[in-house]
Nanobody, 118 residues
């Protein structure tokens, strides 16, 4: 059984910062690509950023220069540093990872709420 557990969401004022974390546990042989997605009310879930096992990153244009994705392969963790937050960044943020264990498949975390409001 594999679990992804996010933490670090909360309420922040526009222009503020938050750091999200995701920890993977369970029957894990290897974690390949990891990423953060978000879903705002009434909108589809969208990709925010991904990072390969080797550290190659990819960001949606709207967060480039403000968000930084990182991972610790030894600890099976994923982080998202979010700076200069805007009201339009408010959403539930989900951790996603392609994990090889008994099988290889994508897993999702339960989500963590990010609210950006004054």
């Amino acid at each position: 059984q594999v679990q992804l557990v996010e933490s670090g969401g909360g309420l922040v004022q526009p222009g503020g910062s938050l750091r999200l974390s995701c920890a993977a546990s369970g029957n894990i042989y290897a974690i390949n690509v990891m990423g953060w997605y978000r879903q705002a009310p009434g909108k589809q879930r969208e990709l925010v950023a991904t990072i390969s096992r080797g550290g190659v990153t990819n960001y949606v244009d709207s967060v480039k220069g403000r968000f930084t994705i990182s991972r610790d392969n030894a600890k099976n963790t994923l982080d998202l540093q979010m700076d200069s937050l805007k009201p339009e960044d408010a959403a539930v943020y989900y951790c996603n990872a392609e994990i090889s264990g008994w099988t290889t498949r994508y897993y999702w975390g339960q989500g963590t709420q990010v609210t950006v409001s004054s």
